[in-house]
């Protein structure tokens, strides 16, 4: 990116500002498709990859490839078994080198989730790496759901009480897992659980 930059500079001192930022433009256009065609990619990988328990689809297509709707099916022998979780996938310009946002839209009662739905995962953060795709993050995320990580919870009190009070941490996930997972409770554009 940064000889990209430098010969954006001196094309500039060159040919004129108007012809660089012509040149960036084709560039931007090239590297949109770049990403466009390895989301067609990753999309025909995620629907031939059926009995995971993981989906994800582009929302509309008024937003293009670059805004997704993930679901993960509740793990088995889990608080949280026969629950769907929704989750809002928004893809950076620069992916995939850049990783993905992922935020829960169903509510959930998870020490490394949020009440904002955003999500404590290393492969999100600083473990991201350009070889991940969509499905590594949808069974991460999932695997996630089987075993938290309450070392570094996003949600302290959650934490302390599944090391503390497992039995009672998990009585707490089911009743959020039955309350806003299950049945035709579905998450609105803002995140929060139509109960209706």
């Given at each position: 990116?940064?000889?990209?930059?430098?010969?954006?500079?001196?094309?500039?001192?060159?040919?004129?500002?108007a012809?660089?930022?012509?040149?960036?433009?084709?560039?931007?256009?090239?590297?949109?498709?770049?990403?466009?065609?390895?989301?067609?990619?990753?999309?025909?990988?995620?629907?031939?990859?059926?009995?995971?328990?993981?989906?994800?689809?582009?929302?509309?297509?008024?937003?293009?490839?670059?805004?997704?709707?993930?679901?993960?099916?509740?793990?088995?022998?889990?608080?949280?078994?026969n629950?769907?979780?929704?989750?809002?996938?928004?893809?950076?310009?620069?992916?995939?080198?850049?990783?993905?946002?992922?935020?829960?839209?169903?509510?959930?009662?998870?020490?490394?989730?949020?009440?904002?739905?955003?999500?404590?995962?290393?492969?999100?953060?600083?473990?991201?790496?350009?070889?991940?795709?969509?499905?590594?993050?949808?069974?991460?995320?999932?695997?996630?759901?089987?075993?938290?990580?309450?070392?570094?919870?996003?949600v302290?009190?959650?934490?302390?009480?599944?090391?503390?009070?497992?039995?009672?941490?998990?009585?707490?996930?089911?009743?959020?897992?039955?309350?806003?997972?299950?049945?035709?409770?579905?998450?609105?554009?803002?995140?929060?659980?139509?109960?209706?």
């Open positions: 990116m940064f000889a990209f930059t430098r010969l954006i500079v001196s094309t500039a001192a060159v040919c004129g500002l012809q660089a930022v012509q040149i960036q433009s084709v560039s931007t256009k090239r590297r949109q498709r770049g990403v466009e065609k390895r989301l067609m990619k990753e999309l025909k990988e995620i629907c031939n990859s059926v009995d995971l328990g993981v989906s994800a689809f582009p929302q509309d297509e008024t937003a293009g490839l670059f805004n997704w709707r993930g679901t993960i099916e509740g793990p088995a022998d889990t608080p949280y078994e629950g769907e979780f929704k989750l809002q996938i928004t893809i950076p310009e620069n992916y995939p080198f850049q990783a993905p946002k992922v935020e829960f839209l169903t509510k959930i009662y998870h020490c490394n989730v949020a009440p904002d739905g955003s999500i404590c995962l290393d492969i999100l953060k600083h473990q991201w790496s350009s070889c991940n795709t969509i499905l590594t993050i949808l069974l991460s995320l999932r695997s996630l759901l089987n075993d938290p990580n309450p070392d570094d919870p996003l302290a009190e959650i934490g302390k009480q599944l090391k503390s009070n497992k039995s009672e941490h998990n009585k707490c996930a089911r009743e959020w897992t039955e309350l806003y997972a299950m049945g035709n409770n579905t998450p609105l554009q803002n995140g929060d659980v139509n109960m209706d």
